[in-house]
């Protein structure tokens, strides 16, 4: 019998945690250092790959991402003895997609082309902005001149190049955003992850929107109007959603990311780094050490970089298969979650939002429908509710 994570595939996450600076609006877990042994990391990630391989067994890997931080940081040598491992360690299917992020003010020829060379085949950038005082408002080192310059190099490179944007930024208008996303789109792009910029807890921003110092935010149907002109826009252009903040042309959607959202099994490895792995028969959440330092400890003493490793109940497996899935404009496959859980979903409350043109199925899928999709979280709650 196959397992569900059979439904997705299976990937690998690698988190290089390091950073040039931290930006003020970003949460995740990165670190400035001036001193990096690439050898040291390079060895700690090898031996947790051998690791996870030795209790997966050989199945297919179908992606791998370096994420961060800043992974365009790291030496190509250092990419090549990764990725050397990972083809060691599991088969690769024949159209795996290996992704690295890139921030423009990184990005160089020569590292872009060792990269390559190692086996990368698709790029994310950071770019987050074209306009240089909403760059420097982000705590972005590159200029706009800069990254349109790594865009072109990337470009030269390889054949699959996304970037990032991030809109309802502080002073911004619809009609400026509308602009921004248009110079994007025609920059021969074929993936752009677009997001509302969100104030973090724990994040710069976050503790002067809290002292009242953080001006010029958009207005709640200001940022609620460029969303639904992003999606027009991109829709236009040949670029429609296939996720809450990703677009892409057809057949270029971020297949690891996709993973995530279609619930399929993946190791996580670096600080930080989440997992779901399925081994005998039962579906585990990992986690590891935060703290780069820590994480390097635990790897090199205990032999592992987890932190937490537990078994995810079939109802919690329902749970996290509709949060992931009801992302993507496809949907969840409606077998598959009653297979998981029959009892996931509040149908009462199903049957409301199906009454308000929130959601709807079809061909055995539930979907939320783009009037629905500006109010995911709030559909989310609702499904999931217990009264």
Not at 12 to 40: A, E
Not at 47 to 54: C, F, G, L, T, V
Not at 159 to 179: G, K, T
Not at 199 to 219: C, V
């Amino acid at each position: 019998m196959s397992e569900d994570w059979q439904n997705a595939g299976f990937g690998l996450y690698i988190h290089w945690p390091f950073c040039q600076s931290l930006c003020p609006y970003c949460d995740f877990n990165s670190y400035v250092s001036s001193k990096i042994d690439q050898r040291q990391w390079q060895g700690a990630y090898i031996r947790e790959i051998k690791r996870i391989a030795a209790e997966t067994g050989p199945r297919v890997l179908g992606t791998v991402f370096f994420g961060g931080g800043t992974p365009s940081l790291m030496a190509p040598e250092t990419v090549h003895a990764i990725l050397d491992a990972v083809r060691a360690a599991w088969p690769m299917a024949n159209d795996a997609e290996i992704t690295l992020e890139a921030n423009p003010g990184s990005v160089e020829a020569g590292r872009f082309r060792g990269y390559r060379d190692a086996g990368v085949n698709r790029v994310s950038m950071g770019v987050q902005a074209l306009n240089d005082a909403d760059l420097k408002r982000l705590g972005r080192l590159h200029s706009v001149a800069e990254a349109r310059a790594a865009f072109d190099v990337a470009r030269s490179a390889f054949d699959r190049v996304s970037f990032d944007l991030i809109y309802a930024r502080q002073h911004q208008s619809v009609a400026a955003w509308e602009a921004e996303l248009c110079e994007a789109l025609a920059m021969a792009i074929d993936h752009l992850s677009l997001y509302q910029l969100t104030i973090e807890q724990g994040t710069a921003f976050g503790d002067r929107y809290e002292a009242g110092k953080l001006s010029g935010l958009p207005l709640e149907d200001d940022a609620a109007e460029m969303y639904e002109r992003t999606q027009e826009i991109c829709e236009a252009a040949g670029m429609p959603a296939y996720e809450i903040s990703n677009h892409a042309r057809t057949g270029e959607e971020s297949r690891h990311n996709s993973l995530y959202w279609r619930y399929g099994d993946y190791a996580g490895i670096g600080p930080g780094a989440h997992g779901r792995l399925t081994l005998n028969g039962r579906r585990l959440a990992t986690e590891t050490y935060l703290q780069p330092g820590k994480w390097l400890e635990a790897e090199g003493t205990a032999g592992s970089g987890e932190s937490l490793r537990e078994e995810i109940t079939q109802q919690d497996q329902a749970v996290e298969y509709l949060l992931m899935g009801l992302r993507l404009v496809e949907g969840i496959d409606l077998p598959r979650l009653e297979g998981l859980s029959s009892t996931a979903i509040n149908m009462n409350k199903f049957n409301s939002l199906m009454e308000h043109g929130l959601l709807e199925t079809a061909d055995n899928r539930l979907r939320v429908t783009p009037k629905g999709r500006p109010l995911l979280n709030a559909v989310l709650r609702e499904l999931l509710s217990e009264a």
